[in-house]
């Protein structure tokens, strides 16, 4: 039996984590579930796995779940607040962790579910790209499993040779192909980009997803980030990450080997492919996903990402290559510069220029602490703020 915390219980990973989860009642026990706001959700979840704690953002929040919870004598404690949610993350009686809080809020989270030498199921990205070095650092120390959640770098992993070590030229592998969709603006023309609207953003055309991301997918800044992951992940620089833009999101991501070989790995785009890759690793279990149809399919194609239309996966290259607080900074802005977005205050091509500007206007410096990471964030979040004033709509 393999106890189980899931944070970000409430969001696009978290409910296909416990519809995998649901499947094998005698395989895993949900300790701990956590969501933000959702608040009729959580008690619904909460109600069918029955966890020993479940952890909201407010007081507010809190109150209203232990009502929830009581008129269904649901047993479950209801705590909130950060570090609620570091607690459940590190609880003794937990083997592992799923981290699929969105942003920046997950980092500290996912780091005490690190430190603690969990079976860590990273979906939040975002931790990584902020604090990359430290992060590893902490997973070398703790002999926590890290295990990729985003369908890539799942897909990495598993054409990866096993026991990989994180030396790419030992291993024989000269290049990581990591596929991207595109996006819904793909083929937009660049002019009527200026005028997308929030619902067509987050509308994509093969992944159904979380807010943030969806509009990270929008401008392949979530391919950026994935860059970024994909060098703390697999020890790989830059230079030896390429991305290659794949419509039909069928291939997940490409190994390249000295000797011209190159394995991947397919599936259809469904999550719960890689959370139960994960779940059960190194055994395989049943994901509920449907078959990979490759007459019906037909057609695989391949694009090279245009960077005119995408500044985005050009600034993340960027600051992976300057390296530091860059990649925080980087995160930061874009956190900012997509919630105005999605708010209404700031136009879709201005969502670069804000991280753009933010990157010009926070000094470089070396991050060697988490308290130097949280700087970073601040002083990244500060920044953008300040460029969006000049173009709020
Ligand atoms: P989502 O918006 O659907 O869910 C986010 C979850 O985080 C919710 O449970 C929410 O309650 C919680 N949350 C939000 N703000 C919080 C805060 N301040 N404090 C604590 N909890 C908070 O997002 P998602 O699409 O499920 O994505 C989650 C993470 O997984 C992101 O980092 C994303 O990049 C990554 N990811 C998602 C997908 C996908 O298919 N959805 C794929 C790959 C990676
Ligand atoms: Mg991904």
Same mark, same amino acid.
């Given at each position: 039996?393999? &106890?189980?915390?899931?944070?970000?219980?409430?969001? *696009?990973?978290?409910?296909?984590?416990?519809?995998?989860?649901?499947?094998?009642?005698?395989?895993?026990?949900?300790?701990?579930?956590? %969501?933000?706001?959702?608040?009729? +959700?959580?008690?619904?979840?909460?109600?069918?796995?029955?966890?020993?704690?479940?952890?909201?953002?407010?007081?507010?929040?809190?109150?209203?779940?232990?009502?929830?919870? *009581?008129?269904?004598?649901? &047993?479950?404690?209801?705590?909130? %607040?950060?570090?609620?949610?570091?607690?459940?993350?590190?609880?003794?009686?937990?083997?592992?962790?799923?981290? !699929?809080?969105?942003?920046?809020?997950?980092?500290?989270?996912?780091?005490?579910?690190?430190?603690?030498?969990?079976?860590?199921?990273?979906?939040?990205?975002?931790?990584?790209?902020?604090?990359?070095?430290? =992060?590893?650092?902490?997973?070398?120390?703790?002999?926590?499993?890290?295990?990729?959640?985003?369908?890539?770098?799942?897909? $990495?992993?598993?054409?990866?040779?096993?026991?990989?070590?994180?030396?790419?030229?030992?291993?024989?592998?000269?290049?990581?192909?990591? @596929?991207?969709?595109?996006?819904?603006?793909?083929?937009? /023309?660049?002019?009527?980009?200026?005028?997308?609207?929030?619902?067509? /953003?987050?509308?994509?055309?093969?992944?159904?997803?979380?807010?943030? $991301?969806?509009?990270? *997918?929008?401008?392949?800044?979530?391919?950026?980030?994935?860059?970024?992951?994909?060098?703390?992940?697999?020890?790989?620089?830059?230079?030896?990450?390429?991305?290659?833009?794949?419509?039909?999101?069928?291939?997940?991501?490409?190994?390249?080997?000295?000797?011209? *070989?190159?394995?991947?790995?397919?599936? &259809?785009?469904?999550?719960?492919?890689? $959370?139960?890759?994960?779940?059960?690793?190194?055994?395989?279990?049943?994901?509920?996903?449907?078959?990979?149809?490759? =007459?019906?399919?037909?057609?695989?194609? =391949?694009?090279?990402?245009?960077?005119?239309? =995408?500044?985005?996966?050009?600034?993340?290259?960027?600051?992976?290559? !300057? %390296?530091?607080?860059?990649? /925080?900074?980087?995160?930061?802005?874009?956190?900012?510069?997509?919630?105005?977005?999605?708010?209404?205050? +700031?136009?879709?091509?201005?969502?670069?220029?804000?991280?753009?500007?933010?990157?010009?206007?926070?000094?470089?410096?070396?991050?060697?602490?988490?308290?130097?990471?949280?700087?970073?964030?601040?002083?990244?979040?500060?920044? !953008? @703020?300040?460029?969006?004033?000049?173009?709020?709509?």
């Amino acid at each position: 039996m393999m &106890n189980l915390t899931i944070l970000g219980a409430t969001g *696009s990973i978290g409910v296909s984590t416990l519809d995998v989860v649901a499947r094998y009642p005698d395989r895993y026990k949900v300790v701990a579930l956590s %969501g933000h706001t959702r608040v009729e +959700l959580l008690a619904e979840q909460c109600h069918k796995f029955n966890p020993a704690y479940a952890v909201v953002g407010s007081a507010t929040d809190a109150q209203r779940l232990t009502h929830l919870l *009581s008129t269904r004598r649901v &047993n479950t404690q209801v705590l909130y %607040g950060t570090e609620a949610l570091a607690h459940i993350a590190s609880l003794p009686e937990v083997d592992a962790v799923m981290a !699929a809080i969105v942003g920046a809020a997950g980092l500290m989270p996912t780091l005490a579910a690190v430190s603690a030498g969990k079976r860590v199921l990273l979906a939040n990205k975002e931790a990584l790209v902020m604090a990359g070095d430290l =992060f590893m650092a902490e997973v070398r120390k703790s002999g926590a499993c890290l295990l990729p959640i985003d369908s890539e770098h799942n897909a $990495i992993f598993q054409s990866m040779p096993a026991g990989y070590a994180g030396n790419l030229s030992r291993a024989g592998v000269s290049r990581i192909l990591l @596929t991207a969709s595109g996006g819904p603006f793909r083929d937009t /023309a660049i002019e009527a980009l200026s005028s997308v609207t929030p619902e067509q /953003a987050v509308a994509h055309p093969k992944w159904t997803m979380g807010r943030k $991301i969806s509009v990270d *997918s929008s401008t392949m800044m979530n391919k950026g980030l994935e860059v970024i992951e994909a060098h703390w992940l697999f020890n790989a620089s830059a230079n030896h990450i390429e991305v290659v833009i794949h419509p039909q999101s069928v291939i997940h991501s490409l190994v390249e080997y000295v000797d011209g *070989s190159v394995l991947a790995q397919l599936g &259809n785009p469904d999550m719960r492919t890689p $959370i139960a890759h994960a779940l059960a690793w190194p055994q395989r279990i049943d994901s509920g996903v449907e078959r990979l149809d490759l =007459f019906a399919i037909g057609q695989l194609t =391949f694009e090279r990402p245009d960077l005119a239309r =995408f500044p985005c996966l050009g600034l993340a290259y960027q600051a992976l290559r !300057a %390296g530091g607080n860059a990649p /925080a900074v980087l995160n930061a802005a874009n956190e900012v510069a997509v919630s105005a977005f999605l708010a209404g205050d +700031l136009p879709f091509l201005k969502i670069a220029a804000v991280i753009a500007e933010t990157l010009a206007a926070v000094p470089c410096s070396e991050v060697a602490t988490i308290d130097a990471v949280m700087t970073a964030d601040d002083q990244g979040r500060i920044a !953008a @703020t300040r460029a969006l004033a000049a173009y709020a709509q």
